[in-house]
């Protein structure tokens, strides 16, 4: 017996029983579904995360001031101001595992233009800080090395400011004051959204460092550096040469607690990562279930079909069929089924997935993996679960099916 005809077979046994197929069918169409939907939502979710993690920064170490311990009480990271302008230079110009180094320090003041006034961060840094940030512009430009040394009351604003000071107007070259201190603003960034941690990245007001400590904050110090790797694989590498560096120049002695910290964002974005990915082998393999289901239900009917057809398979064993033929017969029957509430299984899932979309406004990746290992399964599940029903037809005795009532 040919392939083809043995196709033919099964389609129009198939067809004798359009509506218990269809319905045979749905197991596989609902589980295929569910699959592609629910690893699109998780590809969405991972894409959206590394998005986020992504917009902090490239390669991105942070330095953050240690802690003071005074009585026997451990104050928090941060406590004690022990970070200067020149340690970031240092880092910068020192080690050869740094692309870029930016000091930061931060406030919250009411920005006001016009009559309109908005409350946000203002972050005092270097020219270096846009690069570390990956950070573009919309309009305008960075404050120059010049600005910063000169202390020039310059600044650039976050779409989120602009748009609440402005509104749609291009705010290059309008007048902004900061705590009564007038500002020239020079660029406009390119909007990020929001950070990993929910804050909206754009609601911030960036001026030359010396600028803020001196003519806002009236401090010498800051409170983080910025430190960029040369590549992902060079952050551990660059993590080390930074403590040791400020070891050195904080002359901290063997076994004294450093006072300075040091987090590598690379860690915080693998972790993410692996969360993301858990999060979506999670939801297909509670979909997956779907199609195990099916199966089931497919052998089911196959069984039914078997007892129904028993007349049948003794005629055509008395005229020569051997029971291989028998067993590929039923065993293709269920391939079909399978195969075709693959396909519709597909066209649904995508579908599912475009609705999600649209409706609920999450993030969904479809991938060509996910379809095809759903597809891959609903075949195999067809084979795995039509086999059983087939070898129990194909082990049919002749007599004895012809007797069949």
């Not at 451990?74 to 101001?81: K, L």
């Not at 007892?307 to 008395?318: L, N, Q, S």
């Not at 020569?320 to 028998?326: H, L, S, T």
């Not at 075709?340 to 999450?362: E, K, N, P, T, Y």
């Amino acid at each position: 017996m040919n392939f083809l005809m043995v196709f033919k077979i099964a389609g129009r046994a198939l067809a004798r029983n359009t509506m218990r197929s269809t319905l045979t069918m749905l197991g596989i169409i609902i589980g295929v579904a569910a699959v592609i939907a629910m690893v699109a939502v998780g590809q969405g979710a991972k894409a959206q995360v590394e998005a986020q993690i992504a917009s902090i920064g490239s390669n991105l170490l942070m330095v953050f001031p240690g802690s003071t311990t005074q009585g026997g009480v451990h104050a928090g990271s941060g406590s004690v101001t022990t970070l200067t302008q020149d340690d970031a230079q240092a880092i910068q110009k020192e080690l050869s595992s740094i692309r870029m180094a930016a000091p930061s320090l931060r406030t919250v003041a009411q920005v006001v233009s016009a009559n309109q006034n908005w409350s946000t961060a203002v972050t005092g840094s270097s020219p270096e800080y846009f690069v570390v940030r990956d950070w573009s512009f919309e309009s305008g430009g960075p404050f120059t090395q010049s600005d910063l040394d000169g202390a020039m009351k310059v600044a650039v604003l976050g779409k989120t400011v602009a748009s609440n000071l402005f509104g749609s107007q291009d705010p290059v070259a309008q007048i902004i004051r900061i705590q009564n201190v007038p500002f020239k603003v020079i660029g406009l960034l390119l909007p990020k959204g929001q950070s990993a941690m929910g804050q909206d990245q754009d609601d911030t007001v960036i001026v030359p460092l010396s600028t803020l400590q001196k003519r806002i904050m009236g401090v010498t110090y800051i409170q983080a550096i910025m430190v960029s790797a040369n590549s992902p694989e060079e952050t551990i590498t660059a993590e080390e040469e930074v403590r040791l560096l400020l070891h050195q120049r904080h002359h901290i002695p063997p076994g004294q607690d450093d006072d300075f910290t040091v987090r590598n964002m690379t860690d915080i974005a693998a972790a993410a990562e692996a969360s993301s990915q858990i999060m979506t082998l999670l939801l297909g393999s509670i979909a997956s279930v779907s199609l195990i289901v099916g199966g089931i239900g497919i052998m089911n009917i196959m069984l039914v079909s078997v007892t129904e057809r028993t007349r049948e398979i003794g005629i055509r064993m008395a005229v020569g069929a051997r029971g291989r033929d028998i067993l590929l017969q039923f065993l293709v029957e269920a391939v079909v089924l399978s195969l075709a509430g693959g396909v519709l299984g597909v066209i649904l899932g995508v579908a599912s997935s475009r609705i999600i979309s649209a409706f609920v406004h999450w993030p969904t990746i479809i991938s060509p993996g996910s379809i095809l290992l759903a597809s891959f399964f609903s075949i195999a599940i067809g084979v795995f679960f039509g086999l059983y029903p087939a070898r129990r037809a194909a082990s049919l005795d002749p007599i004895e099916a012809l007797r069949y009532e």
